[in-house]
């Protein structure tokens, strides 16, 4: 499995961005495909999740109603539209894979394909 995240840069507070991760190496239909991000010094954190079949969606509280992720099935692609950024979404964002949901889908651990990250940096 081979992720490949893009689209990271340097943004105003306010502004927005759309991050973009292609997965390769099998077929992803069914995985559940999402987001986390990590700031210097700081644990990796959740920020969304879209499942593979129903495409059922979770967010982190902090960024419900201004982040929307989605996916291209024939594609395997999976994309983070953020809006209104703020300068606490300055972290490198990372994409993950995993092959089922899990119920603990917040948890860093549970996953164990990842991209290399693309840096978000909002300016305030």
């Known amino acids: 499995v081979q992720l490949q995240a893009s689209g990271g840069g340097l943004v105003q507070a306010g502004g927005s961005l759309r991050l973009s991760c292609a997965a390769s190496g099998r077929t992803f239909n069914g995985y559940t495909m999402g987001w986390f991000r990590q700031a210097p010094g700081e644990e990796r954190e959740f920020v969304a999740i879209?499942?593979?079949?129903?495409?059922?969606?979770y967010y982190t509280d902090s960024v419900k109603g201004r982040f929307t992720i989605s996916r291209d099935y024939a594609k395997n692609t999976v994309y983070l539209q953020m809006y209104s950024l703020k300068p606490e979404d300055t972290a490198n964002y990372y994409c993950?894979?995993?092959?089922?949901?899990?119920?603990?889908?917040?948890?860093?651990?549970?996953?164990?394909?990842w991209g290399q990250g693309t840096q978000v940096t909002v300016s305030s």
């Open positions: 879209i499942r593979g079949g129903n495409r059922a969606t």
């Open positions: 993950t894979v995993r092959s089922n949901f899990h119920v603990h889908y917040w948890d860093a651990k549970q996953y164990y394909y």
